[in-house]
């Protein structure tokens, strides 16, 4: 039995990755981001590759108290010997309801011009995508937030860096008419969340949908770091997740 990859091999003398030489041609030479994106596409990227895809993962890295980063802390109150059981607890609540919906939008995006090619003007093609989910019974992914309302700031910052870059494409105009369009049918001003930017614009990079969530997912484990190195900081008895231990614990009604 034989197995075939094009990742990686090592010998004695050197490691070669996706065709390169790790120790001469790559550390020291790209960034982290620059690495994920050698892994989907198997080529280094452009200087505008690598820009647009560092600030993307830079949006979705940090966000402040989850429940991923809230999930992370408390395992590593449980297990402090195990910090990457607490990167990797942090990383398991990384679904739909928080920053899944880049992967659903990037489909939904690519899906569109898949099925009705370029029949379809990008007003037209909008307009269909959001008849069609509606009467599906299909939300639209990629639209409101908890708490930036009525402009996530870093979804109109991704946009203006990606037009600037050239990444402003066809995916993302397409994303933008939903957004205008589906505004004006609800009569009101509805937020275009980070996650479907960086779902347009992954998709202008070409990037399969089947692998955007990888990228959030690994940019996220870099802001994990921070919520752990804060537990840490402060000590057991002072972290935040032994102070939400003891809230729960004190102001829970337990009832036979």
């Known amino acids: 039995m034989e197995f075939e ?4 091999k090592s010998t004695k003398e050197s490691i070669e990755v996706h065709g390169y030489d790790l120790a001469e041609q790559l550390i020291g030479n790209i960034t982290l981001a ?3 994106f050698l892994g989907a596409k198997h080529r280094k990227p452009s200087e505008e590759e690598s820009q647009m895809l560092n600030a993307l993962l830079i949006a ?3 966000h402040g ?3 991923s980063s809230i999930s992370a802390r408390l395992t590593y109150l449980g297990a402090p010997e195990a910090v990457q059981a607490a990167v990797a607890a942090g990383l398991l609540g990384a679904g739909t309801v928080y920053f899944g919906a880049m992967e659903y939008v990037s489909e939904m995006l690519q899906n569109a011009f898949r099925q009705h090619g370029e029949e379809k003007s990008i007003g037209e093609l909008a307009a269909t995508i959001i008849k069609e989910r509606k009467e599906q019974g299909l939300q639209l992914p990629g639209f409101g937030h908890h708490i930036h309302k009525p402009v996530d700031p870093r979804t109109p910052k991704l946009f203006a860096l990606a037009e600037e870059l050239g990444f402003l494409r066809k995916h993302s105009k397409l994303l933008l008419e939903m957004h205008k369009q589906f505004c004006e049918e609800k009569g009101k001003q509805i937020t275009l969340n980070v996650t479907g ?3 347009a614009i992954m998709s202008d990079m070409e990037i399969d949908y089947r692998l955007v969530k990888s990228f959030a997912v690994a940019a996220r484990a870099v802001g994990l770091v921070g919520h752990i190195a804060e537990e840490i900081e402060k000590g057991r008895q002072e972290s935040v997740a032994q102070q ?3 809230y729960v614990e004190n102001h829970t009604d337990y009832r036979s």
């Not at 990859?5 to 990686?8: A, E, L, V, Y």
């Open 34 to 36: 620059d690495m994920a």
């Open 5 to 8: 990859t094009r990742i990686g």
């Open 197 to 199: 930017a960086i779902g």
């Open 244 to 246: 939400l231990f003891e």
């Open 60 to 62: 979705i890295c940090e």
């Open 65 to 67: 108290f989850t429940p």
